[in-house]
């Protein structure tokens, strides 16, 4: 009954005169306590960012440690040495390398030439070959393309960069490389008449399989851009 009486008397001041509320005897200790329980949850919280932060760090200085000490064995000076191999089957195949020897084959080699007769499904099939006979029977081809604005500016765009440095840029055998010495055999003159009354199908033949001193070009120069420079050499005579 005392404590029932001291509580609606504290109910009743806290009613009348709130600013006193914490004067009574019951109050003080509840406050102590929850300041108490408040107090020790944030230092058991600091303890743990104090403990699990320098973990941390510690882990941090440990794993960068660990990396720059990969980095420097990386680094060897022995060029000889490769270092270790984080992928064995990529760098040392068990399979024949293309230019390896073999000896599964007669000549001993991995990469093996074609079969006879084999028609490549890239490349193109030229049945002619660098003699006479096969001169003559190519003149009678013919050129497939139109003499066009188009066809000439692209035949003159090769033209400049395969055959500009032997036969000159009017087509006269005036290169840079026959003018300045550096080669002493003269390239063909394209202006002149014995060249100029060639057929189409003879100068391609010529581009394509090589003429005399000249290499072939038809494993750099494509079909049809051959006929086009043939094109643009004919507009060039045209201006003479």
């Known amino acids: 009954m005392r404590s029932l009486r001291k509580y609606n008397l504290n109910v009743f001041q806290s009613r009348l005169e709130p600013a006193k509320i914490w004067t009574t005897e019951v109050e003080p200790l509840e ?15 600091d303890d743990l960012l104090r403990r699990y932060g320098l973990q941390i760090r510690t882990s941090m200085v440990i794993g960068l440690l660990v990396v720059v000490s990969l980095v420097f064995q990386s680094c060897d000076r022995d060029k000889n040495n490769p270092g270790y191999d984080y992928f064995p089957d990529m760098a040392y195949s068990n399979a024949y390398e293309t230019y390896a020897t073999n000896p599964n084959f007669p000549d001993g080699k991995t990469l093996q030439a074609p079969v006879n007769g084999t028609v490549s499904r890239e ?118």
Request: hydrophobic share 35%.
């Open 123 to 240: 490349g193109e099939h030229y049945p002619y070959k660098n003699t006479e006979e096969d001169m003559i029977k190519a003149s009678k081809l013919k050129n497939p393309f139109l003499a066009d604005a188009e066809n000439i500016a692209r035949g003159k765009v090769v033209y400049q960069n395969i055959c500009l440095q032997c036969h000159g840029a009017n087509a006269d055998g005036k290169g840079n490389l026959f003018v300045s010495g550096k080669y002493p055999y003269p390239p063909a003159n394209f202006m002149d008449q014995k060249i100029m009354e060639k057929t189409d199908g003879a100068m391609f033949h010529a581009i394509t399989v090589g003429y005399r001193i000249m290499p072939a070009h038809g494993i750099i120069v494509r079909p049809e851009d051959r006929w086009k420079i043939i094109l643009y050499i004919r507009s060039l005579q045209k201006k003479r």
């Open 31 to 45: 406050l102590q306590r929850n300041l108490t329980c408040s107090r020790s949850f944030v230092t058991s919280a």
